[in-house]
């Protein structure tokens, strides 16, 4: 197994040498480039100069969209998510509506289990929910690799994407071991993570064992998404804020390592994200994502701080202040934006994903804002 941040292509940008100014763009400017890979958003991730602060939300293509209620109707989450035209479709809406610098690919934690075997539903009102739990070394053995051809459809839906989306870059994602891992042991979303912290130190050389599995799966899923033309990748790590930074660096940090190293020779940027993170900030860069994803409770000129201003952030507006005024809400906007200035590099994004009723015109609003007072 890779060493923790083995990978890594850090941004190396010393505090000494930033300034508060707004980062300007360079001759390549990204505004003129139609080439996904020199976007304002893949240039933020690299700590480049960009022409604005580029801007996208997690959970964009979904929910909280009426276009895609239309389109998905009463299709089940895994079979949306695994139907190729329907997902460039439910990805692309955001695209069109809110004018946003990034497509998310739609697609679900959880597809790259099921589509390795793994007996896994999306159950409505609940999330993920797992037939068989793993509770043992035997059921680890059991659980299948994901190869390429098992996910053949999402190869397609990428093509097409990557097609349709022209300059705007594509986001692929992948979950991080310990989150898949916690729904695997507990069967479904759980609030203490009892059974998985119980072999975490319980039975340690299970754990590994199944979270080295998990680490070559969602390497394999970002590998599939990064080939097929994702421009920028994402782990996603829902549940790693209930972990101490012990538990943390000495039972997750190696394992993410290795689902972020999967992709390191295709020379593309990779987020790192974590909700309830604030404490686990620098372990999670040690991973080798170029940018660490910082969720809604930490300030970003404070994370970058505890980053040692080494990496891009991503965030953080709270996702529930889309629930408030405008007037409200765009004091808000422009104090991340002035945060952010305190790293080498700056994509804005929620600091969790856009919850189901949010009205979509807020989004729209927000993307607006942050292109008013970014661009150069």
Same mark, same amino acid.
């Given at each position: ?20 100014? !707004? ?11 139609? =080439? ?12 480049? !100069? ?22 998905? +109707? ?5 079979? #949306? ?56 070394? #035997? ?6 690799? /994901? ?23 594509? %986001?692929?994602?992948? @979950? ?11 069967? @479904? ?7 998985? +912290? ?14 080295? +599995?998990?680490?070559? %799966? ?48 295709? =020379? ?40 040692? @201003? ?7 507006? =709270?996702?529930? /202040? ?18 952010? +200035? ?8 929620? @600091?969790?994903?856009?919850? !189901? ?8 609003? %927000? ?10």
């Amino acid at each position: 197994m890779p060493a923790a941040g083995a990978h890594a292509r850090i941004c190396r940008v010393s505090p000494e040498s930033r300034t508060p100014e !707004p980062r300007v763009a360079s001759a390549s400017d990204a505004a003129l480039s139609h =080439d996904p890979r020199d976007s304002d958003l893949v240039r933020a991730a690299r700590c480049l !100069p960009t022409s604005r602060t580029p801007v996208w939300f997690m959970r964009q293509a979904g929910r909280s969209l009426p276009e895609y209620h239309e389109a998905r +109707k009463d299709i089940p989450m895994l079979q #949306a998510c695994r139907t190729p035209d329907l997902v460039a479709e439910i990805t692309l809406q955001p695209v069109r509506r809110h004018g946003v610098d990034g497509a998310v690919l739609f697609s679900d934690i959880v597809v790259p289990l099921a589509a390795a075997g793994v007996e896994v539903d999306i159950v409505p009102g609940v999330g993920p929910v797992v037939e068989h739990p793993v509770r043992s070394r #035997a059921d680890v053995d059991r659980l299948p690799e /994901l190869t390429p051809d098992l996910v053949s459809d999402i190869d397609e839906a990428v093509r097409i994407l990557v097609g349709e989306l022209g300059a705007t870059p594509l %986001i692929g994602f992948a @979950g991080a071991p310990f989150t898949l891992a916690s729904y695997l042991i507990e069967g @479904g979303p759980s609030r203490n993570h009892e059974r998985t +912290k119980a072999m975490m130190h319980g039975d340690p050389d299970t754990w590994n064992a199944l979270c080295a +599995k998990l680490a070559r %799966i969602a390497g394999a899923f970002l590998r599939v998404q990064s080939q097929a033309g994702a421009s920028v990748v994402q782990l996603f790590d829902s549940w790693v804020g209930a972990l101490s930074l012990r538990d943390y660096q000495r039972y997750v940090l190696p394992h993410s390592a290795a689902a972020l190293a999967a992709v390191a020779d295709l =020379d593309i940027p990779r987020i790192h994200f974590g909700v309830g993170s604030g404490e686990l900030l620098a372990a999670m860069g040690e991973a080798g994502a170029e940018v660490v994803g910082v969720d809604f409770r930490t300030p970003l000129d404070v994370a970058s701080e505890r980053l040692g @201003g080494r990496y891009a952030v991503q965030g953080n507006l =709270d996702p529930a /202040l889309c629930f408030a005024p405008w007037e409200a809400i765009e004091p808000e906007v422009d104090r991340v934006l002035t945060e952010g +200035k305190a790293a080498p590099g700056h994509i804005f994004n929620l @600091g969790h994903g856009v919850l !189901p009723t949010t009205d979509p015109g807020v989004l729209t609003r %927000i993307v607006e804002r942050v292109h008013q007072r970014t661009t150069h």
